[in-house]
């Protein structure tokens, strides 16, 4: 949790100045204190709105790394992964795999043969490929495994198209509106190693409204009725997916997570009261608000470069190699220089990596306290996708990432050394 201590930003009572001193910078913080609340907010929801017939998972893609998932199964969360890499940390970091579900829109046969041996909780199947590989690799093992759909609904969330992946031009699962979802469905009833438990849906990323999300619970219930009515099929489990938005800057007004449950949990009741359908076991997998506002990026001032009458560049010890999303997506972010938090933010800058590369940007034209070589500049909500997304290039070494808890920090994933980039090259 962040505050302000005589102008210096503090995270989980620590002054950033400390962090960077103990630490060095650029490097990612995260409070552990705020991941728990989030989670707490989520998991209650279940509880209190929907009798507890249900689980949150969390979207492990958003910050994957042996601590988080140790720190989400104790709040009771299962996860979603998306890769061997994932699952493969998850379960290093002792997650039960009962409780681990696995996506993918083109998943290898090493990974599905991994998954079935671990015995993942849920394969969520995306496409027919697969559905017979895992049919197949389940049967060698003498396995019956537990399958979901992803389904594309055909909602638009109006958010940013990149993020976009609800509606029927997109890359993952099978559309309601052609029948390939219905097909895929009857296709696996008549498979014998696996046992269709459930249908899924994500329909973007960074959504503020509850409509979609409700409107989404309804189309897919619509659907499961269908297949009960014309296969004898009754799914018994719903995944909604992720896609709850934060708040990167001032204008970003999300709800409190618990209150999108309770809308959603109300939208399903009542569908599945007026269709007189069990009702079903609810999973959603939230990524980014689980983890975004509680992490926060801390880089030194290098340059401050005046350009008369054309910009400021104030350059810092990172850039789109520790968080690449204003490159990819023109994603918002606020800054502060993080010692100087009461001054005034009167000076327009663009905040600049030292990549080689123009677009290596953090930020455009943002209002900041006056920079100097030297102070410690601060990226807020930086939790999600950035160390998940970082990349070495330049050869440069990710960060490290330091949790903070209670007025203690410990580093649960150490700095990249010069022998660490170069460990996979043949000298
Ligand atoms: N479930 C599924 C099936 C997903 O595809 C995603 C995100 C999530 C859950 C989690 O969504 P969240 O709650 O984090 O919004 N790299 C992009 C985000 C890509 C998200 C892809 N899928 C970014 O930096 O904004």
């Not at 018994?236 to 949990?265: Q, S």
């Not at 009741?269 to 990524?287: M, N, T, W």
């Not at 490159?327 to 972010?333: G, I, N, R, V």
């Not at 327009?348 to 209002?367: F, K, W, Y």
Request: proline share 4%; aromatic share 8%.
């Amino acid at each position: 949790m962040l505050s302000e201590n005589n102008g210096v930003l503090h995270i989980d009572g620590i002054s950033v100045e400390k962090i960077a001193e103990d630490y060095g910078t650029p490097c990612y913080v995260m409070s552990e204190d705020h991941i728990r609340s989030v989670c707490k907010l989520y998991k209650g929801a279940f509880d209190k709105f929907y009798e507890g017939k249900g689980m949150p998972l969390y979207a492990s893609k958003a910050f994957s790394a042996c601590e988080i998932y140790r720190i989400v199964n104790e709040e009771g969360f299962g996860v979603d992964v998306v890769s061997g890499g994932e699952l493969y940390t998850a379960l290093k970091a002792g997650f039960p795999a009962s409780k681990i579900y696995f996506h993918g829109n083109n998943k290898t046969s090493d990974e599905l043969k991994m998954a079935v041996e671990c015995g993942v909780g849920r394969i969520v199947v995306d496409n027919k490929e697969e559905l017979h590989m895992l049919n197949k690799i389940a049967g060698k093992h003498g396995k019956v495994a537990e399958i979901s759909f992803r389904i594309k609904p055909g909602i638009d969330a109006h958010t940013h198209d990149f993020i976009k992946t609800g509606q029927i031009d997109s890359k993952f699962g099978v559309a309601l509106e052609n029948g390939e979802a219905f097909d895929i469905i009857q296709e696996a009833s008549a498979l014998n190693n696996v046992k269709v438990v459930g249908i899924h849906c994500h329909i973007g990323s960074q959504i503020f409204d509850s409509d979609p999300f409700e409107l989404a619970a309804e189309v897919m219930l619509n659907f499961a009725n269908e297949v009960r009515s014309k296969l004898g099929i009754t799914i018994t489990e719903l995944n909604l997916g992720g896609g709850f938005g934060i708040k990167y800057i001032a204008e970003h007004n999300p709800k409190a997570y618990d209150e999108y449950m309770r809308l959603v949990f109300a939208k399903v009741k009542a569908v599945c009261e007026e269709k007189d359908f069990p009702l079903p076991f609810i999973l959603v997998e939230p990524g980014r608000s689980v983890v975004a506002e509680s992490g926060i990026t801390l880089y030194t001032v290098g340059s401050v470069k005046e350009i008369k009458d054309v910009r400021t560049y104030v350059s810092v010890d990172g850039g789109m190699n520790d968080n690449p999303r204003y490159a990819l997506y023109k994603a918002p972010y606020s800054a502060d220089i993080a010692t100087k938090l009461g001054q005034p933010k009167d000076k327009i800058v663009t905040i600049a990596g030292r990549a080689c590369e123009s677009g290596d940007l953090i930020q455009e034209d943002i209002a900041l306290q006056d920079p100097k070589a030297g102070d410690i500049l601060v990226v807020y909500a930086t939790g999600a996708y950035n160390y998940s997304m970082a990349s070495n290039y330049n050869r440069v070494p990710r960060p490290p990432v330091i949790m903070t808890n209670n007025g203690k920090a410990r580093v649960i994933i150490k700095r990249e050394t010069y022998e660490d980039i170069i460990k996979n090259d043949v000298l």
